[in-house]
T-cell receptor, first 116, second 112 residues
Framework: DTAVSQTPKYLVTQMGNDKSIKCEQNLGHDTMYWYKQDSKKFLKIMFSYNNKELIINETVPNRFSPKSPDKAHLNLHINSLELGDSAVYFC???????????????FGEGSWLTVV | SQKIEQNSEALNIQEGKTATLTCNYTNYSPAYLQWYRQDPGRGPVFLLLIRENEKEKRKERLKVTFDTTLKQSLFHITASQPADSATYLCALSTGGGNKLTFGTGTQLKVEL
């Protein structure tokens, strides 16, 4: 069973389109994340939700909107896609409380987004 | 400014040798430091966690040190094998909600 699963794995789309990436975890964790890995392999946090509550919101364009319908799901919607949005987006989860630190993060396999 | 820097170039070593990877940070005071492994086309996988009051942590062939004075962590793989070839990422706890900030990563290649 895949612990953190995200779909689609590959996504090629045109500039200006709107797209979503879905994520689900079956680990029973309270916290979920979206990370972005750019072409230089630098992994940067975008958002974090704890029990459906947004707790980390880094400096990300408003075109990116996360949605957590329940604590096992965290989806990422991107409006008006730009060339610079091309990257690998990783969903992740951890057994962390709102103010916790030092917990292991479990990553999904990534979603490769290419904007043309 | 805040930085987390790892060996900037790829590290090539011979099978059986010890690989040592470096993670240096500035303007952070992390309570925890973690190391992850990432294979091509895959997500990062957790390896080890070390707390600020621990000097060293071991797990099988892996050893991590954490020097909060030098602001540095060293990651060692002893008796390295070609299967250890991957990118290794250090990550610092930099905020609540288990926020992890990752370093730039070091690509390790273990040759026969």
């Amino acid at each position: 069973d895949t612990a953190v699963s995200q779909t689609p794995k590959y996504l090629v789309t045109q500039m200006g389109n709107d797209k979503s990436i879905k994520c689900e975890q079956n680990l029973g964790h309270d916290t979920m994340y979206w990370y972005k890995q750019d072409s230089k392999k630098f992994l940067k946090i975008m958002f974090s939700y704890n029990n459906k509550e947004l707790i980390i919101n880094e400096t990300v364009p408003n075109r990116f909107s996360p949605k957590s319908p329940d604590k096992a799901h965290l989806n990422l919607h991107i409006n008006s896609l730009e060339l610079g949005d091309s990257a690998v987006y990783f969903c992740a989860s951890s057994q962390a409380g709102k103010n916790w630190a030092g917990n292991t993060i479990y990553f999904g396999e990534g979603s490769w987004l290419t904007v043309v | 400014s805040q930085k987390i820097e790892q060996n900037s170039e790829a590290l090539n070593i011979q099978e059986g040798k010890t690989a040592t990877l470096t993670c240096n940070y500035t303007n952070y005071s992390p309570a925890y430091l973690q190391w992850y492994r990432q294979d091509p086309g895959r997500g990062p996988v957790f390896l080890l966690l070390i707390r600020e009051n621990e000097k060293e942590k071991r797990k099988e062939r892996l050893k991590v040190t954490f020097d909060t004075t030098l602001k540095q962590s060293l990651f060692h793989i002893t008796a390295s094998q070609p299967a250890d070839s991957a990118t290794y990422l250090c990550a610092l706890s930099t905020g609540g909600g288990n926020k992890l900030t990752f370093g730039t990563g070091t690509q390790l290649k273990v040759e026969l």
